[in-house]
């Protein structure tokens, strides 16, 4: 028999790991902030969101794709973005069996990475310090 102490134990437990492992996530991508890959991928992602959205946040997914992309231009070429900027949209498509349906599956894998470069690009004035 379990006691409400047990289960309150286990409740913590349970929190503790979950609050560690979403820090060390959004460490891991800590890493790539300011990284042309990231720009580019963002870039991607955000180009096809505006089109599987609703149209009240096509603005803000279009800006950010613009964004993105002119830092990854900014950081290795023209040239070199516009391949990446194609691989990465290649993969997306992949990644979503090529159905605007299924485009949560590009939410879940780059929606949280994303945020930062998406806030950013619509609130340019609230950015204290980028690590670009």
């Known amino acids: 028999?379990?006691?409400?102490?047990?289960k309150a134990k286990q409740l913590n437990k349970a929190i503790s790991l979950t609050s560690m492992l979403l820090v060390l996530g959004v460490s891991?991508?800590?890493?790539?902030?300011?990284?042309?890959?990231l720009a580019v991928r963002c870039s991607a992602y955000f180009f096809m969101a505006a089109?599987?959205?609703?149209?009240?946040?096509?603005?803000?997914?279009?800006?950010?794709g613009e964004y993105a992309y002119n830092?990854?231009?900014k950081l290795i070429g023209e040239t070199a973005a516009l391949e990446k900027f194609n691989?990465?949209?290649?993969?997306?498509?992949?990644?979503?069996?090529?159905?605007?349906?299924?485009f949560d599956k590009a939410d879940e894998?780059?929606?949280?990475?994303?945020?930062?470069?998406l806030r950013e690009a619509n609130?340019?004035?609230?950015?204290v310090a980028s690590p670009r």
């Open 1 to 6: 028999m379990v006691t409400m102490r047990g």
């Open 28 to 37: 891991s991508h800590a890493d790539e902030r300011g990284s042309p890959e």
């Open 51 to 64: 089109n599987a959205k609703s149209m009240d946040e096509f603005n803000d997914y279009y800006a950010g």
């Open 71 to 73: 830092d990854a231009v």
């Open 87 to 102: 691989a990465a949209t290649s993969e997306i498509n992949e990644l979503i069996d090529r159905k605007w349906i299924d």
């Open 109 to 117: 894998r780059y929606g949280v990475i994303c945020a930062d470069v």
């Open 123 to 127: 609130n340019p004035d609230t950015v």
